[in-house]
């Protein structure tokens, strides 16, 4: 998406608006977007956790979100995008004015014959209709494990049940520049994390 030096909503406050500006800039930096960017974990937390801690923010998260996974040119990007769909639609609920709008975004999204789209907008309409249903955010933001496992996104859809050929033809049409297998890569960071266990 675009760069933009204001919030997509009209805020309380012009702290929350710089905040609503930073988010947009970590989301950019999350997809691929900048220069050197840094590892996905800690960006995705940092995007996330505003949204955690002030509700009026959850609006324009959303907002933003679906904004980076409509019409993106860049697959990757649009991919990178619905993984911190799917952690902000598991953490917090969009606001009534927004909700309606929401689900029907996600909705028309798990409808598309584009399979990881609509399989990744599926699971992200279940956390939304759950966090909707609990009626108020989590009180901190996701552990490493949850982004991590968000990481993985659409990616796990195919791993099982094809060739190790197949998998890598698939991979390449989401994340080209990726010369070995996706799992591979985050199953290895995580045994590294672990020291080996």
Not at 28 to 52: D, Q, S
């Amino acid at each position: 998406g675009k760069p933009f030096d204001k919030p997509l909503h009209k805020l309380s406050d012009s702290r929350l608006g710089k905040t609503a500006v930073d988010m947009a800039s970590g989301i950019a930096e999350f997809c691929g977007e900048t220069k050197n960017p840094r590892p996905e974990i800690p960006v995705a937390r940092e995007v996330l956790e505003p949204a955690v801690k002030e509700p009026e923010l959850h609006d324009e998260l959303f907002c933003l979100l679906c904004r980076h996974t409509t019409e993106n040119p860049k697959r990757s990007s649009e991919m990178r995008a619905w993984q911190l769909l799917c952690l902000a639609c598991k953490s917090f609920p969009p606001s009534d004015r927004l909700r309606d709008s929401l689900l029907g975004f996600l909705s028309e999204r798990a409808e598309k014959r584009d399979p990881d789209t609509s399989r990744v907008a599926r699971l992200c309409f279940t956390f939304l209709i759950k966090s909707c249903e609990r009626g108020t955010g989590r009180l901190s933001t996701p552990p490493d494990e949850e982004v991590e496992a968000a990481l993985l996104l659409p990616i796990w859809l195919p791993i099982f049940g094809c060739t190790l050929g197949e998998h890598i033809l698939w991979q390449s049409s989401v994340w080209p520049e990726e010369r070995l297998p996706r799992i591979l890569i985050m199953l290895t960071d995580s045994i590294k994390r672990l020291n080996g266990f």
